[in-house]
């Protein structure tokens, strides 16, 4: 495994989803996952969300959108809030969405609004 590309992935992983989320997953990792959190680390964080040809706000939208088609409701959460880290607006947000329940249908809509919801109210009381 290319340890340069993992620690790079690391490091945006933590600046997308926060110190406390990284840190949490990876020490829940058992001897059987913890390979799988390096595979996060060095692909999906390292060599897909480092490619400078796309920005962050960029690499969100394209998540939430493609979360949402697939149903992956308790990962659109996590990628919900990295977007608001990654400095969307409420109105990018909801124009995302709004977007996301025309393409993929009205109940990944309603899903997809149903837990922003959530999220930005645990996210406020953290403020």
Not at 74 to 81: L, N, P, S, V
Not at 87 to 109: H, K
């Amino acid at each position: 495994m290319d340890e340069t590309l993992k620690a790079r992935g690391e490091a945006v992983r933590r600046q997308v989803l926060g110190d406390d989320y990284v840190d949490r997953t990876i020490a829940n990792a058992d001897d059987f996952s913890a390979p799988f959190q390096d595979v996060l680390n060095t692909y999906c964080w390292g060599l897909a969300w480092t490619d400078p040809a796309l920005d962050l706000k960029q690499r969100s939208l394209l998540n939430l959108g493609m979360l949402a088609a697939l149903g992956r409701m308790h990962e659109f959460a996590i990628h919900f809030r990295g977007a608001v880290r990654n400095g969307l607006t409420d109105a990018e947000l909801r124009a995302a969405l709004i977007q996301i329940a025309v393409y993929c249908g009205a109940p990944a809509g309603v899903e997809a609004f149903r837990v922003a919801r959530e999220v930005r109210a645990q996210m406020s009381l953290e403020d």
